[in-house]
């Protein structure tokens, strides 16, 4: 895992867009984003088990697996948008990048490799991309069903209560 403020460059999303001005796990953690290194798929089984995470599956995103539709997808993966629940993603192989916005509202890329595990809270404006490599074999973690309807940030989401409850309780203050 790498962190750090994006560089807000024009340019492929896909390139590393490093400001050079490091991020650290702390200051992510300050935002609700939560980094862990699981060289070790126990340690998965754990931390879902510790949060009531029953079910898993997986998903490669690569112009191989998904032919025609890869650029589309890729593209929708980067609209801004937040989720009503925590969104979880083990990688084991590839690399992404998932940007979230900080308290000033900048981009923080993170960039994650194989045995990162990364943990969104609800209500975070976050994207995704793939990197120059156009490879990522992602674990997507969830309680029940699969259900990430992403919400497109709009002036009419602030006001959505998983958002209004996320900013009280990392951004507010
Ligand atoms: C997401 O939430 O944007 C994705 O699931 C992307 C693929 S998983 C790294
Ligand atoms: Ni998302």
């Not at 400001?19 to 702390?26: L, P």
């Not at 083990?90 to 923080?108: A, N």
């Not at 995704?128 to 990522?136: G, H, L, P, R, Y």
Request: glycine share 6%; net charge negative; aromatic share 14%.
């Amino acid at each position: 895992m790498k962190a750090y403020l994006y560089d807000n460059l024009p340019g492929d999303q896909r390139l590393p867009h490093d400001s050079g001005r490091a991020i650290d796990a702390d200051a992510l953690s300050r935002l609700g984003v939560l980094y862990y290194r699981f060289p070790n798929i126990q340690d998965v089984d754990k931390l879902a088990a510790d949060r009531g995470y029953k079910n898993r599956d997986e998903v490669t995103v690569s112009p191989e697996k998904m032919g025609e539709a890869y650029e589309e997808k890729v593209k929708m993966f980067f609209h801004e948008h937040l989720h009503e629940d925590e969104e979880i993603r083990y990688i084991k192989g590839g690399q992404g990048f998932f940007d979230v916005r900080s308290k000033d509202d900048e981009w923080v890329r993170v960039r994650l490799e194989k045995d990162d595990l990364l943990i969104l809270p609800a209500g975070i404006y976050h994207r995704f991309t793939t990197d120059e490599e156009n490879f990522v074999y992602a674990m997507r973690l969830f309680k029940d069903e699969p259900k990430w309807t992403p919400l497109n940030r709009s002036r009419y989401l602030d006001a959505n209560s998983f958002r209004e409850q996320y900013v009280k309780q990392f951004l507010a203050g």
